[in-house]
């Protein structure tokens, strides 16, 4: 079938993006879904900071490719072999699969899927190969989802059947920045009631985390980030301590505030500084996670002493540790008691030929998500 898509064809790619337009809004064929896999209309798919690090060459990816991760939509068909999703259903896309077979999965760690993560990284669907191409040239997938598209082939175990009836807009959050932000508090740091959190970083995903740490019953809740507009936003959404990252002195007044420093600090940024912000303000004891994604050739170092002597944690969290199947449909139920607000993370919506704009926005910190909608 012919569908319209946003074809991010090289990389990098500087903005302001509005003038650069590194994605161009194309007919692109799209094969039907083979075994285990799902044919999906897509509803809404919301702009991360993973897209834009692609974009920008932060994070390379072969090209080229129609990008997009994050996205909920319907099932219109599904391939052999699929047997308890049917046409019809609605599902939030993740964007690792989960073979269901290799160690990591076998111990219930989803997100360090070993075919998945390499499916990933070649631009491919689980299944093997590309079910994209543009004028009988191959595309690539992006994360195996590529959602800024009318429609998307994806794996079976690429997707999350949503019984809940919620506006696809929201849906679409759970994919990426909830499941990232929120997972990485309950699922990385296992936050406790009564224990003090930072958050280092507030895009989607760090006030997902802020969501995350008022959820489950954090008494301190530190919110770090270069623009003040952020930290307000923080604010609105239960964060007890806001600091503005570029204060030198900030590692001294957060140890000061907390006296000695938070149980658990997550890094949001992307940065090598922002994790050593957050390593210098967890206190001895404490466990310091990164979520971030930082460009691969980022180095970061810590006192070997001070990881012994304080018996330090430093964790890493991808997809927030979770289990998509299992954490999707229990944040939602979190969200639908009032208890996750999700829905005051999206700032805006738009259509698919708006895309670069909206990138504008997402690159200038003015928006939190926005999510193209279709």
């Known amino acids: 079938m012919r569908v319209r898509a946003a074809i991010l064809r090289q990389s990098p790619v500087k903005p302001p993006f509005s003038v650069s337009r590194p994605l161009s809004i194309e007919t692109v064929e799209l094969a039907g879904p083979g075994p285990e896999e799902l044919l999906v209309r897509i509803g809404a798919a919301g702009l991360c900071h993973s897209d834009l690090s692609v974009i920008n060459g932060d994070r390379p990816r072969p090209t080229p490719m129609v990008l997009g991760h994050e996205a909920a939509g319907t099932v219109e068909a599904v391939g052999s072999g699929v047997h308890d999703i049917r046409p019809g259903d609605r599902v939030v896309t993740t964007f690792l699969p989960s073979c269901g077979h290799c160690l990591p999965c076998a111990e219930g760690r989803s997100a360090l899927c070993i075919p998945g993560a390499e499916a990933n990284g070649k631009g491919e669907l689980l299944g093997g190969g590309s079910r994209l191409s543009c004028e009988e040239v191959p595309l690539y997938h992006h994360l195996g989802v590529s959602g800024f598209a009318e429609y998307a082939v994806v794996s079976r175990y690429s997707a999350v059947k949503v019984e809940a009836e919620l506006p696809m807009a929201e849906m679409a959050l759970f994919g990426c920045a909830v499941l990232t932000g929120v997972g990485a508090i309950v699922n990385t740091c296992r936050v406790q009631p009564g224990q003090s959190v930072a958050v280092v970083g507030l895009g989607g995903v760090g006030l997902a985390a802020v969501l995350g740490a008022v959820a489950s019953g954090a008494a301190r ?25 570029g204060d030198p002195d900030i590692v001294e007044k957060i140890r000061e505030a907390t006296r000695g420093g938070v149980d658990h ?16 303000i967890t206190r001895r004891g404490g466990t310091t996670a990164s979520a971030g994604l930082a460009p691969p050739s980022a180095q970061f170092s810590i006192p070997a002493v001070g990881l012994v002597a304080d018996e330090r944690v430093v964790r890493g969290s991808y997809m927030g540790s979770c289990v998509p199947v299992r954490d999707i449909p229990r944040f939602i139920a979190l969200y639908q008691a009032g208890k996750l607000p999700v829905n005051r993370l999206l700032s805006s919506t738009g259509p698919l030929e708006g895309i670069n704009e909206a990138f504008d926005l997402l690159h200038e910190a003015k928006v939190i998500r926005h999510v193209i909608t279709f």
């Open 265 to 280: 600090a997550v890094e949001m940024a992307g940065s090598a500084r922002a994790f050593d912000t957050a390593y210098k």
């Open 221 to 245: 809740i530190v919110a770090i980030d270069l623009a003040q507009e952020k930290l307000d936003k923080a604010r609105e959404l239960g964060a007890t301590d806001t600091f503005l990252a």
